[in-house]
């Protein structure tokens, strides 16, 4: 069996629907894990899909993704813009890192403006709220070759 896409949520991502809805909407985070592990499936992938508050969670899941995951999406939340950490431990997994914000964090505060993910994320996804996460899993796809033959199965059934 194909190691999942460990998807990992920062601080605050458990308060989504109640947290200042106008800018990261109404959808849950059991939304977005429901809509991923949609997407996954549909893509012919699994995915491990975790949140937590706390850096040294976070650092502590990365460093076994080096051996338990195929690639990592993160939505560090405020991590993104102050953890080195998180840039280490994403650098030492050696895995493709594709990072996810529901908000456009470049059309808010200019500290926002700022990520420690993106140097060694192969791509960022940013402002169409959980839709990010989906599109997160058909990058890891593509990048992966399953999302091609996932499409071509899928034309065979239907």
Not at 36 to 59: C, I, M, P, S, W
Not at 83 to 105: K, M, R, Y
């Amino acid at each position: 069996m194909a190691k999942p896409i460990l998807v990992l949520n920062g601080p605050n991502l458990n308060m989504l629907g109640v947290r200042e809805p106008a800018v990261y909407g109404a959808e849950t985070l059991e939304d977005v894990r429901q809509r991923t592990e949609a997407a996954a499936r549909k893509a012919g992938l699994e995915v491990d899909f975790r949140q937590t508050n706390h850096e040294g969670e976070l650092v502590t899941w990365i460093q076994e993704a080096r051996q338990t995951a195929a690639a990592i999406i993160i939505n560090a939340g405020a991590y993104t813009h102050t953890s080195i950490a998180l840039l280490d431990a994403l650098t030492a997994s050696e895995l493709p890192v594709v990072e996810v914000h529901l908000s456009n964090i470049y059309r808010r505060e200019p500290f926002r403006h700022t990520s420690y993910i993106s140097p060694v994320a192969v791509g960022v996804i940013c402002g169409f709220g959980p839709k990010g996460y989906e599109l997160a899993v058909e990058a890891v796809a593509a990048m992966s070759g399953t999302l091609a033959s996932g499409l071509a199965a899928d034309r065979k059934q239907g």
